[in-house]
């Protein structure tokens, strides 16, 4: 099995910072893609950012140029620095993986429990 611990989230005033983490273990053959999603009250989950193993990333329209994704391929580790916080930002994030785990041939998506970020006005 593969477990994501997240580690980061917060409360911060507007126009503030924060860094989120995440960290895959477990029994682990490789790791593919891995994200941030985020769900507020009352509304869908939704994609914030995702990084390929090659590097490769992509952004929610509303978070480019203020949000950075990035991720150690050695650790199986996934990061995700916010700036410019804006209260529309107030949600609970989620760390995704696509990983093929020991033993297996088939990639499977995980997630982890989940870390609130809270953004005051």
């Known amino acids: 099995q593969v477990q994501l611990v997240e580690s980061g989230g917060g409360l911060v005033q507007a126009g503030g910072s924060l860094r989120l983490s995440c960290a895959a273990s477990?029994?682990?053959?490789?790791?593919?893609?891995m994200g941030w999603y985020r769900q507020a009250p009352g509304k869908q989950r939704e994609l914030v950012a995702r990084?390929?193993?090659?590097?490769?990333?992509n952004y929610a329209d509303s978070v480019k140029g203020r949000f950075t994704i990035s991720r150690d391929n050695a650790k199986n580790t996934v990061s995700l620095e916010m700036n410019s916080l804006r209260p529309d930002d107030t949600a609970v994030y989620y760390c995704?993986?696509?990983?093929?785990?020991?033993?297996?041939?088939?990639?499977?998506?995980?997630w982890g429990q989940g870390t609130q970020v809270t953004v005051s006005s």
């Open positions: 477990g029994s682990i053959f490789r790791v593919d893609a």
């Open positions: 990084i390929t193993s090659g590097g490769w990333t």
């Open positions: 995704n993986a696509d990983a093929v785990p020991g033993g297996s041939y088939f990639s499977v998506a995980y």
